[in-house]
C-alpha cells in the first residue's frame, strides 16, 4: 500500500521533526558544558512548565503575547508579506495601553481596560499602516520599512514615556490602575503554589479568541480569499479584480493591530511588569517569527506553538538549579526556535518527493 502524503500529514511531521531536533542540539549543548547534570537539566526543559500550578500559569502568561505577535506574522506572510516590524508594533501599542491604564482612571469598571486594549490595538494598526503605505504606494521592501519603524518606535516610546507616564526610581512606566488590568477570572486561585502566585489572566482567552478570529476571515471571508490570493500572485488577482494596494495596506494594518494587542496584554496582567526605558527591542516581537513559522502560519497552528515556546522558557528557568548559568538556558531556547526553519526543509522534501511521485 502506498504512503500518501497529505498536506496535513507532511505539515504536522514537519513541525515534530523540527522540535526532535531543537531539543536534541539542545542538548547537546548541555552535554558539553556540564555532562555531569546534563541529563537532569534537559529533563527540568521537558517537565519544568508542569512542575507545578504556578508555573503551568506561567506558561499561559508567557504565551499569550509571543501568540499575538505570531498571528501578526503569519497573517501578514498568507497574504505575501512578511512583517518583521512586529516588536515595534508591539512596542507602540504596549505604551498607548499603558497610557491610557495610567492617565484614564476616571473610566469605571470594565471600561477601562476594554479602551486600553482597543488604543493598543489602535496604535499598533497605524504603526503597522507605515510600511503598509510604503510599500503600496512606493514599492518600498517592507522587511526595510519595517526594521526602520521598529526602531523609530522604540526610541519614540522611551521618549514619551520619560514624558508622560515614568517611573524614575524603577526606570520604566508608571504602575497602571488597578481597574485596567485584564480580569484574572479565577484563574489566580487555579495557578498557583501556595501563597505564590502565577501571572495568567484572561489575556489567554484573548489570545485564542483572535487567533479563531483570524483563522475565520483568512479561510472563511471572500475578504480573506482576496488577500491571500494577493499574497499568492499579486498581478494575478490584479487581473481578476482586487485592489492591490488597499489590499497590502489593510493586512499591514491587522498584522499591527495584532501585535499591539499582545503587547497590551503583557504590560496589563497585573504582574507589576512595566515599560522597561532601555534601547532594546521587545523580544517577544521577534519571537513572533519562529513561533508563526512552526505555527506554519495557520492561526490555529500559532497558539500551540505559543505555548510550545512558552512551556520550554518556564522549563528553562528550573534549569539554574543543575548548575546551569542563564546564558546557556538562552542559548538552548534560542537554538530550539530557530531550527523551526527545519519544517521549511522537511516541507520542500516531502513536496519534491510527491512531484516524483507525481501526486503534484
Not at 536534541?24 to 512548565?49: E, R, T, Y
Not at 499569550?64 to 508594533?89: C, D, H, K, Y
Request: hydrophobic share 55%; aromatic share 12%.
Amino acid at each position: 500500500m502506498k504512503l500518501k502524503f497529505t498536506p496535513s500529514l507532511v505539515n504536522v511531521f514537519s513541525s515534530v521533526s523540527a522540535i526532535i531536533v531543537g531539543l536534541f542540539v539542545g542538548f547537546l549543548i548541555l552535554l558539553v558544558s556540564n555532562a555531569a547534570q546534563a541529563a537532569d537539566g534537559f529533563w527540568s526543559i521537558l517537565s519544568g512548565g508542569f512542575s507545578n500550578m504556578k508555573d503551568l500559569g506561567q506558561v499561559l502568561y508567557f504565551a499569550t503575547p509571543i501568540i499575538m505577535t505570531g498571528l501578526s506574522v503569519g497573517f501578514s506572510s498568507r497574504t505575501g508579506l512578511f512583517n518583521i516590524g512586529a516588536a515595534g508594533q508591539f512596542i507602540v501599542g504596549a505604551y498607548a495601553a499603558v497610557l491610557v491604564g495610567v492617565k484614564c482612571d476616571f473610566l469605571p469598571g470594565h471600561l477601562h481596560w476594554i479602551t486600553a486594549l482597543a488604543a493598543a490595538m489602535l496604535a499598533g494598526a497605524l504603526w503597522g499602516a507605515i510600511p503598509g503605505l510604503f510599500k503600496a504606494l512606493f514599492n518600498v521592501n517592507e522587511v526595510i520599512a519595517c526594521i526602520m519603524t521598529n526602531y523609530v518606535g522604540m526610541y519614540l516610546v522611551n521618549f514619551l514615556i520619560t514624558k508622560t507616564i515614568f517611573d524614575s526610581l524603577k526606570n520604566q512606566s508608571m504602575r497602571v490602575a488597578n481597574a485596567a488590568n485584564l480580569p484574572k477570572m479565577g484563574m489566580d486561585a487555579v495557578f498557583r503554589d501556595g501563597y505564590n502566585v502565577s501571572s495568567a489572566n484572561s489575556g489567554i482567552f484573548i489570545a485564542i479568541l483572535f487567533a479563531v478570529l483570524i483563522y475565520i476571515i483568512l479561510e472563511k471571508t471572500s475578504f480573506g480569499y482576496e488577500l491571500k490570493a494577493c499574497g499568492f500572485n499579486r498581478e494575478a488577482a490584479r487581473y481578476a479584480g482586487v485592489n492591490e494596494k488597499r489590499s497590502i495596506v489593510l493586512s499591514m494594518v491587522i498584522a499591527g493591530a495584532m501585535a499591539g494587542l499582545g503587547g497590551a496584554l503583557l504590560y496589563l496582567a497585573g504582574s507589576g511588569k512595566g515599560i522597561t526605558v532601555v534601547d532594546v527591542l521587545a523580544t517577544e516581537g521577534f519571537n513572533g517569527i519562529p513561533v508563526a513559522l512552526l505555527g506554519l502560519n495557520n492561526p490555529l497552528g500559532i497558539i500551540f506553538s505559543g505555548l510550545l515556546v512558552a512551556y520550554l522558557n518556564v522549563g528553562g528557568f528550573n534549569m539554574q538549579l543543575y548548575d546551569f548559568a542563564p546564558q546557556v538556558i538562552e542559548i538552548i531556547i534560542a537554538v530550539i526556535i530557530y531550527f523551526s526553519a527545519f519544517a521549511l526543509l522537511i516541507r520542500g522534501f516531502f513536496n519534491s518527493l510527491k512531484k516524483r511521485r507525481g501526486e503534484l
